[in-house]
């Protein structure tokens, strides 16, 4: 019998039970990039994949797999379709124009479960993996993919519904794609962030536990649960993490890596 997603909870805090993903298609490689560290290995691509997905089983997710469409080479970072709480689904229009396709299989799967997906008007971009979600307040991104518009109307949307949000810029800022690409919530009030995030004034009164120099791949961690997934290969951040009492579970993520994608961006999770 499926969890019931309102009213699973650990202490008052609310479990992921489900999760969307995707299997990545044998195009991954036509898929947009802006890091320069050679073709991704398809085939090592699916079972890094599946590890991830036996990876969210263990921690009690569901799974809700869509079929891989080749007409998206991008479809396996399925995060930055949709926006989803307790409350509302949201989809999204993703920033790169190639990707606006992706969002109707993800509408499939979630108006099952919400009986109303709210939508984002035409001219507004949004990528997911520009949203972090840390308790009741979200982090939104304006970035090269996330235009202000985007991020106003998602302000609008969480806010009336009772949660509190921050604008945070991050154009200009060097190595990172989306907002999530350097920074991750943790529970207690704990933000995991790379050293350019971490003197902005947006996460001022928040924990800050920076990632060490030449371990930013790692900022992009998932709390799910029990645990916190983390890229493998990223020690001093895994020590870290581990010193807070958080149990973690590694997982190769290089072939992903090669296509600006991380952990959270392999999943929706709600």
Sequence with gaps: MALDLLNVSIGGK????????????????????????????????RKQHTDYCEALERCGLQLFPLEVDEAFPDGAFVEDTAIVTREFALITNPGAASRRGETLAISEVLQ????????????????????????????????ERTN????????????????????????GVPGILHLKSGIAALSGGRLLVIDSLAQREEFRGWELLRVPTGEE?????????????????????????RRLNFQTI????SEFQKMDGGLSCLSIRF
């Design 250 to 253: 590694a997982l190769e993520m």
């Design 14 to 45: 609310a479990l992921f039970t489900r999760a969307i993903v995707r299997r990545p298609g044998q195009n991954l490689a036509d898929g947009l990039t802006t890091v320069d560290l050679g073709q991704p290995d398809v085939e090592l691509a």
């Design 112 to 143: 099952t479960f919400y009986p109303e997906l709210r939508m984002l008007s035409e001219s507004a971009t949004l990528d997911g993996g520009d949203v972090c979600e840390a308790g009741r307040h979200f982090f939104i991104g304006v970035s």
């Design 217 to 241: 791949y790692a900022a992009n961690c998932i709390e799910v649960n029990e645990s916190v997934l983390v890229p493998a290969g990223f020690p001093e951040t895994e020590k870290i993490i």
């Design 148 to 171: 202000e518009l985007g991020a106003s109307e998602l302000t609008q949307l969480v806010q009336s519904f009772g949660y509190t949000s921050t604008v945070v810029d991050i154009r």
